[in-house]
């Protein structure tokens, strides 16, 4: 006779912090930034810091991808730019930023410096340094170099 999946699901779900539910989400899927000129950001994320092009519909919604990390470029006529129930317009800026890492810190800095809009000088700590940027539209993003370790 055939194992049962029901008792190897059972026993998956069993070691989720509750007991008998699924996960609610399935996997990352990209983070969302409002942003007025879908086709300036698409321009931004690909030739100044190599973002790959994966979709777009302009002028409403396009991807961009790095490794693992999608952005979701939304503007005005997107789906998820829409007003909140309440009325309140989703917007760019903030503070939660998407983490880049990079190898040169200073080199990024130098090849950026014409035309990219930077929030702060170079920051160094006992983890690394970093710098804050923004994309055309004012949504943070933080260049990161971790610190050498010697092992």
Known sequence: MPKSTRSQTTTSTASSPHVGQENLALQFHGVRYQVADVAQSVAFYTQRLGFKLE???LP???AVSLGALTILLSGPGASGSRPM???ERQGPGGWNRVVLRVEDLE????RLKEGVRF???LESGP???QVQIEDP???PLELFEPAHRSH
């Open 55 to 57: 979709h777009q519909q």
């Open 60 to 62: 409403a919604f396009a």
């Open 85 to 87: 129930p309440g009325g």
């Open 107 to 110: 080199a990024c800095i130098n």
């Open 119 to 121: 929030r702060n000088a």
């Open 127 to 129: 983890g690394g340094k």
């Open 137 to 139: 539209d004012g949504n």
